[in-house]
């Protein structure tokens, strides 16, 4: 029986057979890899990951899907998880993996922020995702599409937005270009000196209210003080700092605050 995409599940199969190539490719899949695809679909990329691997762990909410798995006799080196990722506990798999998928674009985000609670465990992730959020990650200071998305996963990770990929490339075809983007942990020395929570407060109030200065929007919350000893102007915008000097911050006030 043929499936129809469920739009509840933001559900568009990625069918383009070239696309799929430059993916792998992107991805370069090793034997003895732990990898895990989120949201395997109807397996245009699982079939194509498969040869090069030992097992590949398959992350599925949708459970006709998970079902079309399970019951394909070619699929004996699956771990299918029908779960929905946003609660699925990685710990359950080997550490370290590697993580690909191509991302409900309804639920993107909340993906990337739960992965970025696993990182400890991740080697790599590459994703296909709407080209705004790609854009938003690996975007630089000054640019419009810089803000608490770009901070928060440039703070943890190498960026890379790798190629972009048109509607045609799927089925049903999307109303927005897609693209695709590497992920990879910094170093853990690197990340253990970023105090997470306070990053993430900052971040926030500092692009609360993008159109208005530092001055007015970490009033209450960061003093100038601590601001002038990372290099920040007051007077600028959010999207004019840098993401170290954001961690900067975080950490003055971390140690302020025991």
């Known amino acids: 029986m043929q499936h129809h995409a469920r739009k509840r599940f933001g559900q568009h199969f990625l069918i ?43 992350i599925e909410l949708d459970r006709d899907l998970a079902k079309k798995l399970r019951n394909n006799p070619s699929n004996q080196q699956l771990m299918i998880h029908e779960a929905d990722v946003l609660k699925f506990d990685f710990k359950q798999i080997d550490w370290p993996m590697r993580v690909v998928g191509n991302l409900p674009y309804n639920i993107s985000s909340p993906i990337l922020f739960k992965l970025l ?35 928060m996963l440039q703070a943890f990770y190498h960026t890379e ?38 990053l993430q407060h900052i971040v926030a109030a500092a692009f609360g209210q993008r159109r208005k200065m530092l001055r007015n929007n970490w009033e209450n919350v960061v003093a100038n003080s601590i601001a002038q000893q990372a290099g920040i102007d007051l007077t600028c915008r959010a999207e004019a700092i840098a993401p170290d000097q954001y961690i900067q911050v975080a950490q003055q006030l971390q140690r302020l605050n025991g």
Request: hydrophobic share 40%; proline share 9%.
């Open 117 to 151: 609670d696993q990182i400890d465990g991740v080697l790599d992730q590459h994703f296909m995702l709407q080209k705004e959020v790609v854009d938003r990650i690996c975007a630089a200071p000054n640019l419009k599409e810089y803000g608490r998305l770009s901070v």
């Open 16 to 58: 383009d057979q070239g696309v799929l190539s430059n993916l792998l490719e992107c991805i370069h899949p090793q034997k003895t890899d732990t990898m895990v695809e989120i949201g395997p679909g109807l397996g245009a990329l699982t079939k194509r990951l498969m040869p090069y691997l030992e097992q590949l762990h398959v």
């Open 161 to 198: 937005h790798l190629f972009d990929v048109p509607p045609t490339a799927f089925d049903p075809p999307p109303k927005v270009m897609s693209a695709v983007v590497r992920m990879q942990p910094k170093e853990t020395t690197v990340r253990k000196q970023i105090p997470f929570d306070t």
